[in-house]
């Protein structure tokens, strides 16, 4: 079962910032935060990662909370190709591969 | 710099059959894993290979098999196909081996199975 809980929608209006909330309580001290997106009929597509500090780089921002228990993904001007799922996915450094829920299905109204 | 690639694009196989899905990965990427995503779910992981040895695997029974070749192309195979086994199949590369590096999606096999 996939360890983080996101809404299963969400709407954002052009120009806006798109905020999207992840729930991980139950992550361990050594599993990082990842940020996937999957635009309709096309594999996923990485867009960060961060284990405590916040992190940004040229798609988004990742705003991690102080006790790591949620963290939130900021698209600081949501264009129309920014409908997507959008995936949060906890995970160690392992081999096991990433687990993906069931994300959050990001609609931008124009 | 050349993506990840995966062939063919669709497939049609009927219950029982054998099948196999080809991945090309990204230049310099020596680690590949494969998911089978089921329509409206999130992708499901099957297993990854590094340096050609299997060294992962989800939860999947042992009729799906892999290997990966030394330019680090892979190919998925799935024996005795299965309705269930309709899904989207999609391979990812990633440098390193067990590290949490990002991995980059191919677009996907769809495969039917009838």
Redesign the interface.
């Known amino acids: 079962d ?1 360890k983080t809980t996101q809404p299963p929608s969400m709407d954002c209006a052009e120009g806006r910032a798109a905020n999207l909330p992840c729930n991980h309580s139950t992550i361990s001290g050594n599993e ?1 935060v ?1 940020w996937y997106r999957q635009i309709h009929s ?5 867009i960060i ?1 961060g284990l405590k500090n916040n992190e940004t780089n040229e798609m988004a921002s990742l705003i991690i909370t102080e006790d790591r228990k949620s963290s939130t993904l900021i698209l600081p001007h949501a264009t129309l190709r920014d409908t997507a ?1 959008y ?1 949060c996915i906890v ?13 959050t299905h990001l609609i931008i109204q124009p | 710099e050349t993506g ?1 690639t995966q062939s063919p694009t669709h497939l049609i196989k009927t219950r029982g059959q054998q099948v196999t899905l080809r991945c090309s990965s990204q230049s310099g990427h020596n680690t590949v ?1 494969w ?1 089978q995503q089921a329509l409206g ?8 290979y ?1 340096r050609e040895e299997e ?2 695997r ?1 939860n999947f029974p042992p009729r799906f098999s892999g290997l990966q070749f030394p330019n680090y192309s892979s190919e998925l195979n799935v024996n005795a196909l299965e309705l269930d086994d309709s899904a989207l199949y ?1 391979c ?1 590369s990633a440098p390193g ?4 590096n ?7 096999t769809r495969l039917t199975v009838l």
């Open positions: 996939a990082y990842y096309q594999g996923p597509q990485y990662h799922v995936y995970r160690g450094g392992g081999a096991d591969g990433l687990t993906f829920g069931k994300g | 990840v894993s998911y779910q999130g992708p499901q992981f099957i297993f990854q590094y060294n992962g989800g999609l990812a081996g067990r590290t949490g990002e991995q980059f999606f191919g677009p996907g």
